[in-house]
């Protein structure tokens, strides 16, 4: 077999596989739920409403230095009391509008939208 020949045939084949490779990873990667964080400071949710495709996790971390919680208006999630850098994690399945607050301080809301 020429040089030629074979680096052709090495390199092509190298290329093909790359491709391969790339159109796996970005099937894997769209199949993969998305995880979001919501920061509670400073008496607030932080987005206050988030968006996310059927499948995300949302992590509430509690970056106040009091106690909070979140509870969901319908019952769907409720976390138990989060001290400072504690954090609650739920995972959405279900299309829809799911509106939270704190216990605690229940003038703080939030609102996550399933899509």
């Avoid at 074979?6 to 790359?18: D, K, N, P, Q």
């Amino acid at each position: 077999m020429s040089t030629a020949v074979l680096f052709a045939t090495t390199f092509g084949v190298g290329f093909a596989g790359l491709r391969a490779g790339e159109g796996n990873l970005s099937a894997a990667a769209q199949q993969k739920p998305d995880a979001t964080e919501v920061k509670i400071d400073n008496f607030s949710f932080g987005p206050a409403e988030l968006k996310v495709p059927v499948g995300t996790t949302v992590t509430w971390t509690n970056r106040d230095d009091i106690p909070h919680t979140a509870v969901s208006t319908d019952k769907t999630f409720k976390s138990k009391v989060l001290d400072t850098d504690e954090k609650f994690s739920f995972t959405f399945s279900k299309p829809g509008t799911y509106e939270y607050f704190c216990s605690i301080h229940p003038k703080m809301t939030g609102k996550v939208v399933v899509q």
